[in-house]
């Protein structure tokens, strides 16, 4: 299964990136890690006080807010998918020495994943943003919760390219080529069309800024 996450017609313009070589020779950045951490927290507030055993994240990347919940919450099982092999394995080797044993990882991808295994709670952040199927992604990930649980997600809006096109130099190739699909409009989405896709109604879990919203949407 292919790992990127670009349309054909986008790859004719530019290359994808390449996510295991991203992680082979990247550290994830300090303020990206401060911000996971911070996160891991307000999942587990939101956690409290809900049956939810299982917990998926889709596109964890170097997944620092998933070694902070699997330490805090020892009865919950984790996981963690990404596109990229090298990552994976180097949270493995992490989780192993650890020594933690409700946290694992596997290699997949977006949309048409492989794996069809269940969970509570199901987060994929800072990830749609790179896959432009991304309405045949958040079905997927919406079919792998299980009834009674939760998505998580936050998405590239209108605001976001807008925000993008502030922020980024035309001159600035890595960036106009990681963030081309949002940039040409190729995978915007928003609220409303959330709830036709998945026929259910999104929630604002967090938003520090109006171009970047994270909902939750449940699973009756």
């Known amino acids: 299964m292919s790992k990127k996450y670009y349309t054909e017609s986008s790859e004719k313009n530019m290359k994808p990136i390449d996510w295991d070589k991203h992680w082979e020779e990247k550290e994830e950045p300090q303020d990206a890690q401060a911000f996971a951490e911070k996160m891991a927290q307000r999942i587990i507030a939101f956690i409290e006080g809900k049956k939810i055993s299982s917990v998926a994240d889709y596109g964890?990347?170097?997944a620092s807010m998933l070694f902070v919940l699997a330490e805090k919450l020892p009865q919950i099982r984790f996981h963690g998918y990404d596109a990229s092999d090298s990552i994976i394995k180097k949270n493995k080797e992490k989780a192993n020495i650890l020594n933690l044993v409700n946290l694992g990882f596997t290699?997949?991808?977006?949309?048409?994943?492989?794996?069809?295994i269940k969970h509570d709670l199901i987060t994929c952040f800072s990830t749609l943003h790179y896959i432009s199927d991304?309405?045949?992604a958040i079905k997927d990930l919406y079919g792998m919760v299980n009834?009674?649980?939760w998505l998580m997600f936050n998405y590239p809006s209108r605001l976001t390219r807008s925000q993008m096109r502030k922020e980024i130099a035309?001159?600035?190739?890595?960036?106009?080529?990681?963030?081309q699909l949002v940039l040409e409009r190729e995978n915007l989405l928003s609220m409303?069309?959330?709830e036709k896709i998945l026929g259910q109604k999104p929630e604002k879990f967090y938003s520090s800024e109006r171009y970047n919203i994270y909902v939750k949407i449940p699973k009756p």
Not at 107 to 116: I, K, Q
Not at 170 to 179: A, L, Q
């Open 60 to 62: 964890c990347g170097p």
């Open 107 to 116: 290699t997949d991808v977006l949309p048409d994943p492989r794996s069809d």
């Open 134 to 136: 991304i309405r045949e």
């Open 147 to 149: 009834h009674g649980g």
């Open 170 to 179: 035309p001159d600035d190739e890595y960036m106009n080529r990681r963030f």
């Open 192 to 194: 409303s069309q959330i």
